[in-house]
């Protein structure tokens, strides 16, 4: 509810300052020639215009299922307050009101049913109030959400608005997420995400899920916990990187190995759920940057490494990780994805592009390429499949889908984004960045 708070005096009519506080909007009328209000006027009508039933959610293209409406309450004296006059204007989203102009009733009331668009999915409406003698009050804006089908969503609030890592288990049917250091579950549809005990997890950062449905979160303080029972109870694994009560980054190859690394503490390998932890390479050139890891059918790991001193190149490893070759590499790769046919997908910088090796990295074909508006190296999620259906977000750029890697569509025109994820029913989010940090866009399914 926003409230106005409006004074009359009798000596004036004009308005002299507006004070906004966070759900007040006090208006007080003094003369114009006066830094301050006369003490010696008298209050004759105090009227107090509140705003009710924003940030509803419906359907896009339904209706809300309240009315908004305006009230107005005369604090001063009990009086007759009808005949102001209200003024319902949609100014986004693509929807309309029933009546556009509305004449308070004797109680102040003036109500009007609001039916969203498809346009998208944070709808605006504006209701403008003049009193009978002609006196606008201040415009006041109202905000609702209409949730659009196999369609974007632009979600503006927290928890979803902050993603930063999901998990999901298409076989039980369902997905986890890290928002602001909490741990969430999807609930009844896409925007009703609650937040789990995460006892005794401090400060989760990174979540995956391995083919048996175990989930593995990360901490920010170093630590490992994994769940055994879809997050209802968590157990501690041996820290990955023994003596660094800091972050580190986590992979799950295709056969339940774990990979931790960070850059200055080399790769860290756990081939039982997390209890033991080696460093296959012993140490060396632990400056190292790793981005992916995957096993492939002959049982390499491969990986996006940039040694010290060097680029990022794609690498592979025949032994566990305890020494790696570089392989041919298309320029300013920043993403690896291997598909279970064992094509390696490198996603690059400078173009946009989408490279495609069938032959275990010995050639590379360019399958696509976007003009991006800005480039980027962050290690984030890129690559994810649902389906047959591959989805591919290229930051500066958008989102894309493919089922072959040969054929693409365009899913999403947005530059501002950064960080793909699916959740078990298919719908796609994709995470706000730069000008849209504090958003998320999401395809939701029905």
Not at 84 to 100: I, M, N, P, R
Request: with cysteine.
């Amino acid at each position: 509810m926003k409230q106005l708070t409006i004074k009359y005096r009798l000596n004036n009519l004009l308005f002299k300052w507006i004070r906004i506080p966070l759900l007040v909007l006090s208006i007080c009328v003094a003369n114009s020639c006066n830094n301050y209000p006369d003490p010696s006027t008298e209050t004759l009508v105090n009227y107090n215009v509140s705003y009710m039933n924003p940030n509803q959610i419906s359907i896009g293209g339904e209706y809300l299922n309240d009315s908004i409406y305006v009230q107005i309450y005369n604090y001063k004296s009990p009086q007759d307050i009808s005949n102001f006059t209200v003024e319902f204007k949609v100014q986004k989203g693509g929807g309309s009101v029933d009546q556009q102009q509305v004449k308070t009733r004797k109680d102040g009331k003036a109500a009007t049913r609001w039916k969203l668009g498809t346009d998208s999915f944070t709808q605006i409406a504006t209701a403008q109030v003049t009193d009978p003698d002609g006196n606008l009050l201040p415009e006041a804006t109202i905000t609702a959400h209409g949730i659009l089908y196999n369609a974007w969503n632009e979600i503006d609030y927290s928890p979803l608005n902050q993603l930063s890592g999901m998990a999901s288990d298409t076989l039980t049917h369902q997905s986890w997420m890290i928002s602001v250091g909490r741990i969430y579950k999807l609930e009844t549809n896409f925007l009703d995400w609650q937040s789990l005990s995460t006892q005794p997890i401090n400060s989760p950062r990174e979540i995956e899920i391995d083919k048996n449905g175990i989930i593995y979160v990360g901490t920010w303080n170093g630590e490992l916990y994994k769940s055994t029972n879809h997050g209802q109870t968590w157990i501690k694994c041996t820290n990955p990187i023994p003596d660094r009560p800091y972050y580190f980054d986590l992979w799950i190859t295709n056969d339940d190995n774990l990979w931790a690394t960070v850059y200055g503490n080399g790769l860290w390998h756990s081939k039982d759920g997390g209890l033991t932890w080696s460093n296959p390479a012993n140490g060396a050139d632990k400056s190292t940057s790793i981005s992916g890891m995957y096993r492939l059918k002959n049982n390499w790991i491969v990986s996006l490494i940039a040694p010290t001193g060097q680029g990022m190149s794609v690498m592979k490893s025949e032994n566990d990780g305890k020494t790696w070759t570089t392989l041919i590499t298309p320029n300013y790769p920043y993403s690896l994805f291997v598909t279970k046919n064992d094509e390696i997908i490198v996603l690059t910088q400078t173009d946009g592009g989408i490279y495609k090796s069938t032959d275990l990295g010995k050639t590379y074909n360019r399958v696509y390429s976007a003009s991006v508006a800005f480039n980027t190296g962050s290690p984030q999620s890129y690559v994810n499949k649902f389906g047959p259906d591959f989805y591919i977000i290229i930051p500066g750029y958008g989102v894309l889908t493919t089922k072959d890697f040969d054929h693409f569509e365009t899913l999403l025109t947005e530059a501002y984004v950064n960080g793909l994820y699916l959740d078990h029913t298919g719908s796609v989010y994709a995470k706000g960045t730069l000008n849209k940090l504090y958003s998320t866009f999401i395809y939701n399914r029905k």
